[in-house]
Nanobody, 119 residues
Framework: QVQLVESGGGLVQPGGSLRLSCAAS????????MGWYRQGPGKEREVVAA???????NYADSVKGRFTISKEYAKNTVILQMNSLKPEDMAVYYC?????????????WGQGTQVTVSS
């Protein structure tokens, strides 16, 4: 069982920045794709950014050029750097990790961290 703990959410003004962290209870070398998702009020959960075990990245069109996902292997952490935040970025942000064990894939989720963008 992999535990994921997010941190770094909070209140920020439009145009501001936040840095979200997702700390895993295991070495992230053991995990496959890791990603950040978000769920705004009344909306479905959507993928924001993902990073593969090889370091390849993908972003939702709405955050391209503003958000950056990266890994800090020494801390078993995945980072989401969010710049130029907009009110529509306001949501609960969740970290997800995938683990492939043989033919079985396991998905793990964190508890979420609230991001509020408001003046």
């Amino acid at each position: 069982q992999v535990q994921l703990v997010e941190s770094g959410g909070g209140l920020v003004q439009p145009g501001g920045s936040l840095r979200l962290s997702c700390a895993a209870s295991v070495s992230i070398f053991m995990l496959d794709t890791m990603g950040w998702y978000r769920q705004g009020p009344g909306k479905e959960r959507e993928v924001v950014a993902a990073i593969t075990s090889a370091g390849g990245t993908n972003y939702a069109d709405s955050v391209k050029g503003r958000f950056t996902i990266s890994k800090e292997y020494a801390k078993n952490t995945v980072i989401l750097q969010m710049n130029s935040l907009k009110p529509e970025d306001m949501a609960v942000y969740y970290c997800k990790a995938e683990e492939q064990v043989g033919r079985q894939r396991y998905d793990y989720w964190g508890q979420g961290t609230q991001v509020t963008v408001s003046s």
